[in-house]
């Protein structure tokens, strides 16, 4: 699989078999992470594996956070569908990371005085690029923000300057949603891939 095969294909996985993830490919993906740019060279990217660790309490905050957001859906429709969505593989992926951005406690760090959050983009570029790893040999993950991060990094007792991003499941997809995003096949939203709506040319005034 060559990389444009593997950005396309990518998908954020909700629905996996329950073969094992063999360590290496593991491994792999994480060394592709350590590869991912990031300002000022700050790496700041941060696994935690809790895959041995009870999952109850982690679906448990789901599912908190889950209804919580669905109060902002009004239309019946909308809610009913939205309800339908697997939006989590918390219980049945292989393998969890909990998933966190280390801002840099050094007195000085390149890049980061027009804007910190600087460091987040610097992560989402390193779970991308473990993304595509594990794409490319046949893996695949889910990324999953609708928690309450904090308690998760509560319960963890992870640094102060550890802020928490997800967790993402990974394992081997059971589909692949027919060559689509899932929220794509399944009526949600549709992908936009016009060029035109995303680059122009502009001017410095």
């Excluded at 294909?9 to 990031?38: I, N, Q, W, Y």
């Excluded at 109850?56 to 019946?76: G, H, V, W």
């Excluded at 490319?136 to 802020?163: C, H």
């Amino acid at each position: 699989m060559d990389l444009m095969q593997a950005i396309e294909s990518r998908r954020d996985t909700r629905h996996f078999t329950d073969e094992a993830v063999p360590k290496a490919v593991l491994d792999k993906a994480l060394m592709a992470a350590l590869h991912g740019p990031s300002v000022g060279l700050s790496q700041p990217c941060r696994f935690l594996d809790v895959s041995d660790s009870p999952r109850a309490a982690l679906i448990e905050n789901f599912t908190s956070q889950r209804s919580k957001a669905e109060t902002a859906l009004d239309e019946p429709d909308r809610l009913r569908l939205h309800r339908s969505l697997k939006l989590e593989s918390l219980a049945e992926a292989p393998i969890l990371l909990a998933t966190f951005c280390a801002y840099p406690e050094e007195e000085y760090t390149i890049g980061v005085i027009g804007n910190m959050r600087a460091v987040e983009w610097s992560c989402a570029c390193a779970i991308q690029n473990l993304w595509l790893s594990l794409t490319a040999d046949g893996y695949g993950a889910g990324w999953v923000t609708i928690l309450d991060l904090k308690a998760i990094a509560a319960r963890l007792k992870t640094p102060e300057n550890w802020e928490p991003m997800g967790i993402l499941c990974i394992g081997k997809p059971a589909t692949d949603y027919e060559g689509r995003p899932m929220l794509e096949h399944l009526g949600w939203k549709n992908r936009e891939l016009n060029l035109d709506a995303f680059y122009s040319v502009a001017h410095l005034s």
